[in-house]
C-alpha cells in the first residue's frame, strides 16, 4: 500500500540531487588552491533527458477514448563528470570560483523551493487527516 503519492518519490529525488550538487560544488571551493584539481560537475540534465526519452508513456483512464500517458517516473541518479577541459591557474588546477559561488546560489534557492514544495504536501496531508 502506498502511502505518498508519486510526486513524494519526486521530490525526493530532487533533494538528493540537490544534495550531491552541494557536495560536489563545495568540494571543488574546498581545492580551488589544490594542484592540478581538477573541478566536477553533477551531470544531472543529461542524465533527465535521456529518463524522459526511454520512457513510456501510459496513464490511467476512465474513458476508452481518453489519450494515455504515464505519470510514473523512473529512479535515476545524476552523474558526476570531471572538468578535464579547462585550466586557470598555473599549477594545474581550473576551478572558477565565481562559477562555483553563482552554482551554490543557484542550487541554495532550488533546495528552498523543493523543501517548500515538500511542506506544502505534508501540510495538506495533515489537513486530510486531523478532517479541518
Not at 69 to 92: A, C, L, R
Not at 102 to 131: C, H, M, P
Request: proline fraction near 5%; avoid cysteine; glycine fraction near 2%.
Amino acid at each position: 500500500m502506498k502511502i505518498f503519492p508519486q510526486s513524494f518519490q519526486s521530490l525526493e529525488q530532487a533533494l538528493s540531487t540537490a544534495s550531491l550538487k552541494q557536495r560536489v560544488h563545495s568540494a571543488n571551493i574546498a581545492n580551488v588552491d589544490t594542484p592540478n584539481y581538477k573541478s566536477k560537475q553533477v551531470n544531472f540534465q543529461t542524465t533527465f533527458k535521456d529518463v524522459l526519452n526511454n520512457q513510456p508513456i501510459s496513464s490511467y483512464k476512465t474513458n476508452s477514448e481518453h489519450i494515455a500517458f504515464s505519470s510514473e517516473t523512473t529512479p535515476f541518479k545524476p552523474t558526476i563528470k570531471m572538468n578535464n577541459d579547462t585550466q586557470y591557474s598555473p599549477n594545474g588546477n581550473n576551478v572558477d570560483m565565481d562559477y562555483e559561488m553563482a552554482e551554490l546560489a543557484k542550487n541554495q534557492l532550488w533546495y528552498n523551493a523543493v523543501t517548500e514544495r515538500v511542506n506544502g504536501k505534508f501540510n495538506s496531508l495533515r489537513t486530510v487527516i486531523d478532517g479541518r
